[in-house]
């Protein structure tokens, strides 16, 4: 399914493109793309476990439906016109004309919004992350991810979305720590697993995700823009079609890549946590609109309500990275 997305892109000075990003445009379209990318059904839920468990990350198709996909479309478009009366210049949260979902609302978190809320009531992607973490007993860390606009040139440095505590001002939102120094959390089970809902086609000049396989394990440090070689930065998760799903675990190496096509492009996602794992949580939605959820909707939420006695101010905002 085709899903038109709002912000076209528009050159900075209003000229025709420049002779270097039509080299890059034709650049990606020859060469962009993990060769051989698996993509399973929403019923292999076997293979669905092996392939993240080797590569860090698996791609599952036809997870939601093309009313869902629609409905997630919009209001990924009414999220991001709100981000951006904040930011006439582009220059973003996450790098130039590339902004967080989850960063950039006042809550951290869109789970205020119908649209991240209906994610939760996927049967499929209860049933993949249980399969995952081996228990239902998991639970919703947030519900965020990011987009980019046509005009994110550069590559996003490679990085890992959770880290071992050292202080509470470098790593406040990690709660793991060995004292005898002898394991860090790459050496455990996979803590915390992000889903990336697709509702647009993921191209090689949209702006894919790249994921370097099997990185979740490494201990190895995380090379630089200048010291990437071309082959991560064409590691990219593509192409993959609207109404799928990335799952990721949030440990393995992982960037953005530039947008050269003319649209927005959406990768909203929904974050939980594994049974035993836990970080400082921040309210993201009240407890009024929680107990209008469905009931596994609740427990999976369960520690992101506010009190009772609490109100909850949302709202776009342009948090630094």
């Known amino acids: 399914m085709e899903v038109q997305f709002a912000h076209p892109i528009i050159a900075s000075d209003g000229s025709s493109e420049t002779l270097e990003m039509e080299a890059l445009r034709a650049h990606l379209e020859a060469n962009n793309g993990i060769r051989g990318l ?10 669905a476990v092996r392939l993240f468990r080797r590569d860090g990350f698996v791609v599952v198709a036809d997870v939601f439906n093309d009313e869902q996909t629609r409905f997630l479309a919009n209001g990924c478009n009414e999220v991001a016109s709100e981000i951006l009366a904040l930011d006439n210049n582009r220059n973003g949260n996450r790098g130039s004309h590339r902004y967080s979902f989850g960063g950039s609302s006042l809550t951290r978190s869109q789970l205020h919004r119908p649209e991240w809320q209906m994610m939760l009531d996927i049967p499929v992607v209860d049933e993949l992350v249980t399969a995952l973490f081996g228990s239902p ?7 965020s991810g990011d987009f980019c606009l046509p005009g994110a040139t550069g590559y996003q440095p490679l990085h890992s979305d959770v880290s071992d505590w050292f202080n509470s001002s470098i790593s406040r939102f990690s709660s793991f720590y060995d004292p005898r120094g002898q394991m860090t959390i790459r050496d455990l089970p996979c803590p915390y697993i992000c889903v990336n809902f697709l509702p647009q086609d993921v191209t090689r000049l949209n702006g894919p995700t790249r994921q370097i396989l099997g990185t979740q394990h490494s201990r190895a440090p995380i090379p630089s823009l200048e010291e990437e070689p071309e082959w991560m ?5 593509c192409p993959a079609p609207a109404g799928a799903i990335m799952i990721r675990d949030v440990r393995a190496w992982h960037g953005g890549t530039p947008n050269v096509s003319n649209a927005m492009r959406a990768i909203p996602n929904l974050e939980f946590y594994a049974p035993w794992f836990r970080e400082p949580m921040v309210p993201g939605i009240t407890y009024a609109d929680h107990k209008k959820l469905s009931e596994r909707a609740q427990f999976l939420t369960r520690f992101c309500v506010a009190d009772s006695s609490e109100s909850l101010v949302t709202g776009a905002i342009l948090w630094a990275p």
């Open 38 to 47: 698996e993509i399973v059904s929403p019923t292999d839920i076997e293979q």
């Open 137 to 143: 007993d998991y639970s919703l860390r947030a519900a």
């Open 233 to 237: 930065r064409l590691s990219t998760v």
